[in-house]
C-alpha cells in the first residue's frame, strides 16, 4: 500500500526549482514599493509565516532595517505609515492574516501581498494593493520558496540585495537533494534514529527560524511531538531540568543543527551541553549546514530537516500530507459551533 500519496516526496524534491520559478513570477509582477520605512512586519500563520521568519533571520545579519514576524489576528502599536506590511498567506483565506491586513489597512501602513488568491487577493486587486499571485495546488508548508523569495526580492528596493544568494541556495539545495532524498542518506539516517522517541532539536539563536521548522515539519509530516530551544538561553534554564522525569528524558534523541563557522562560546557550549546530557538521553546527532550566504545556510538546514521529517513519516508509515486535526478545527471554527457528531482522531 503507497503511504505518501500526495506526493509529498516530489514535493520537495522540486524545491530548488520552486525558488527559480518564484524568481521569475516577482520579475513579471513588476513590484514597486516607492516609499520610506523604518521597519518590515511580516502576517502570517503557518507555512506562510515561515517565510517572514527567513527574511528575518537574514536581514538580522545583513540589514539595518528591523523585521517582525506576526503570527496574530492583531498587529503591534509600532505599525504605521513607515512599516512596510507583507501580508502572507497561502490559502489567501487564513483568518488571522486577513485580520492583521485590516488592521494595517487603518494605520496606513505601506502593504504588500503575497498568495494564491482567495480573499486576500481579492481585497489587494480592489484596493490596488501590489501583489504576488503564486502557485495553488500545494500544501502551504511545500510552497516554501514561493512565499519566501517574494520578500527577498522585494526589501532589494529598500537595499538589500539577496538575488547573489538566492542563486546560491539553489544550487546547495539541488547538490544535496539527491543525498537527502535516498533511503540510505544523512536525513533518513536521523529519521531512523528519530523513530520512536521524542525529538528534541538545539541550535543558536540565529538558527531559531530552522529549529521552528524542523518542529512545525515533524509535526505535520510525521505527526509526532518534538521540543525545541536555543543557544544560549537553553544553557541559563532548561539544562537544569533535563533529567527529570527520566523516563521521558531517555526517550529523548537531540537533534545539534550546527554552522561551521559558529561563534567560538556558541561552539564550547554545544560540546559541554552535550557532556552533561548525553548519559540523560537516548543519544544526539550533529547536523550541519551547507553554502556561504546566510540565506544558502539556512536553507541547507531547513531542507534537511523538511527531508527528516518525510523519512520519518515513512518510517511510521503515516502519509506525510494529510492534517486532519488542523482541518477539524478550521470547520469547526468556520462553523461557529462545535458540531458533535464531528470526529477527531
Same mark, same amino acid.
Given at each position: 500500500?503507497?503511504?505518501?500519496?500526495?506526493?509529498?516526496?516530489?514535493?520537495?524534491?522540486?524545491?530548488? /526549482?520552486?525558488?527559480?520559478? *518564484?524568481?521569475?513570477? %516577482? =520579475?513579471?509582477?513588476?513590484?514597486?514599493?516607492?516609499?520610506?520605512?523604518?521597519?518590515?512586519?511580516? *502576517?502570517?500563520?503557518?507555512?506562510?509565516?515561515?517565510? &517572514?521568519?527567513?527574511?528575518?533571520?537574514?536581514?538580522?545579519?545583513?540589514?539595518?532595517?528591523?523585521?517582525?514576524?506576526?503570527?496574530?489576528?492583531?498587529?503591534?502599536?509600532?505599525?504605521?505609515?513607515?512599516?512596510?506590511?507583507?501580508?502572507?498567506?497561502?490559502? &489567501?483565506?487564513?483568518?488571522?492574516?486577513?485580520?492583521?491586513?485590516?488592521?494595517?489597512? &487603518?494605520?496606513?501602513?505601506?502593504?504588500?501581498?503575497?498568495?494564491?488568491?482567495?480573499?486576500?487577493?481579492?481585497?489587494?486587486?480592489?484596493?490596488?494593493?501590489?501583489?504576488?499571485?503564486?502557485?495553488?495546488?500545494?500544501?502551504?508548508?511545500?510552497?516554501?520558496?514561493?512565499?519566501?523569495?517574494?520578500?527577498?526580492?522585494?526589501?532589494?528596493?529598500?537595499?538589500?540585495?539577496?538575488?547573489?544568494?538566492? =542563486? /546560491?541556495?539553489? !544550487?546547495?539545495?539541488?547538490?544535496?537533494?539527491?543525498?537527502?532524498?535516498?533511503?540510505?542518506? *544523512?536525513?533518513?539516517?536521523? !529519521?531512523?534514529?528519530?523513530?520512536?522517541?521524542?525529538?528534541?532539536?538545539?541550535?543558536?539563536?540565529?538558527?531559531?527560524?530552522?529549529?521552528?521548522?524542523?518542529?512545525?515539519?515533524?509535526?505535520?509530516?510525521?505527526?509526532?511531538?518534538?521540543?525545541?530551544?536555543? %543557544?544560549?538561553?537553553?544553557?541559563?534554564?532548561?539544562?537544569?531540568?533535563?533529567?527529570?522525569?527520566?523516563?521521558?528524558?531517555?526517550?529523548? %534523541?537531540?537533534?545539534? @543543527?550546527?554552522?561551521?563557522?559558529?561563534?567560538?562560546?556558541?561552539?564550547?557550549?554545544?560540546?559541554?551541553?552535550?557532556?552533561?546530557?548525553?548519559?540523560?538521553?537516548?543519544?544526539?546527532?550533529?547536523?550541519?549546514? #551547507?553554502?556561504?550566504?546566510?540565506? *544558502?545556510?539556512?536553507?541547507? @538546514?531547513?531542507?534537511?530537516?523538511?527531508?527528516?521529517? %518525510?523519512? @520519518? #513519516?515513512?518510517?511510521?508509515?503515516?502519509?506525510?500530507?494529510?492534517?486532519?486535526?488542523?482541518?477539524?478545527?478550521?470547520?469547526?471554527?468556520?462553523?461557529?459551533?462545535?458540531?458533535?457528531?464531528?470526529?477527531?482522531?
Amino acid at each position: 500500500m503507497k503511504i505518501d500519496r500526495s506526493q509529498m516526496e516530489h514535493k520537495l524534491y522540486g524545491l530548488p /526549482e520552486q525558488i527559480t520559478e *518564484a524568481k521569475v513570477i %516577482f =520579475d513579471q509582477a513588476d513590484i514597486r514599493l516607492d516609499a520610506k520605512i523604518e521597519r518590515v512586519m511580516v *502576517a502570517g500563520m503557518g507555512g506562510s509565516a515561515i517565510a &517572514g521568519d527567513i527574511l528575518r533571520t537574514v536581514a538580522m545579519r545583513d540589514w539595518d532595517v528591523p523585521v517582525e514576524v506576526v503570527r496574530s489576528y492583531h498587529l503591534p502599536h509600532s505599525v504605521d505609515q513607515h512599516t512596510l506590511l507583507i501580508v502572507a498567506s497561502y490559502s &489567501g483565506n487564513t483568518e488571522e492574516t486577513l485580520s492583521a491586513f485590516h488592521e494595517g489597512e &487603518g494605520r496606513n501602513a505601506k502593504i504588500f501581498c503575497i498568495s494564491s488568491g482567495g480573499e486576500l487577493m481579492e481585497r489587494a486587486r480592489q484596493r490596488s494593493i501590489q501583489c504576488v499571485q503564486i502557485p495553488k495546488g500545494l500544501p502551504p508548508r511545500c510552497a516554501v520558496g514561493y512565499l519566501t523569495v517574494p520578500m527577498l526580492l522585494a526589501v532589494h528596493q529598500f537595499g538589500l540585495d539577496l538575488r547573489q544568494d538566492i =542563486d /546560491e541556495t539553489v !544550487a546547495v539545495l539541488a547538490s544535496l537533494r539527491d543525498e537527502l532524498s535516498s533511503k540510505e542518506g *544523512a536525513a533518513a539516517k536521523v !529519521a531512523r534514529k528519530l523513530k520512536g522517541k521524542l525529538p528534541v532539536v538545539y541550535t543558536s539563536y540565529e538558527y531559531g527560524t530552522v529549529a521552528f521548522r524542523w518542529r512545525t515539519q515533524l509535526n505535520e509530516n510525521a505527526k509526532v511531538w518534538v521540543h525545541t530551544n536555543l %543557544f544560549p538561553e537553553l544553557n541559563h534554564n532548561e539544562i537544569v531540568g533535563l533529567g527529570t522525569p527520566a523516563e521521558i528524558s531517555r526517550r529523548c %534523541f537531540v537533534v545539534f @543543527l550546527r554552522d561551521r563557522n559558529e561563534f567560538s562560546q556558541i561552539r564550547k557550549r554545544i560540546e559541554l551541553t552535550k557532556k552533561i546530557i548525553s548519559p540523560l538521553v537516548s543519544g544526539t546527532e550533529d547536523v550541519w549546514s #551547507a553554502g556561504t550566504s546566510s540565506l *544558502a545556510k539556512t536553507f541547507s @538546514l531547513i531542507y534537511f530537516g523538511d527531508w527528516v521529517s %518525510f523519512h @520519518l #513519516a515513512m518510517e511510521l508509515r503515516v502519509d506525510p500530507t494529510p492534517i486532519e486535526r488542523i482541518d477539524y478545527l478550521k470547520s469547526q471554527l468556520a462553523l461557529g459551533k462545535r458540531n458533535e457528531n464531528s470526529t477527531l482522531r
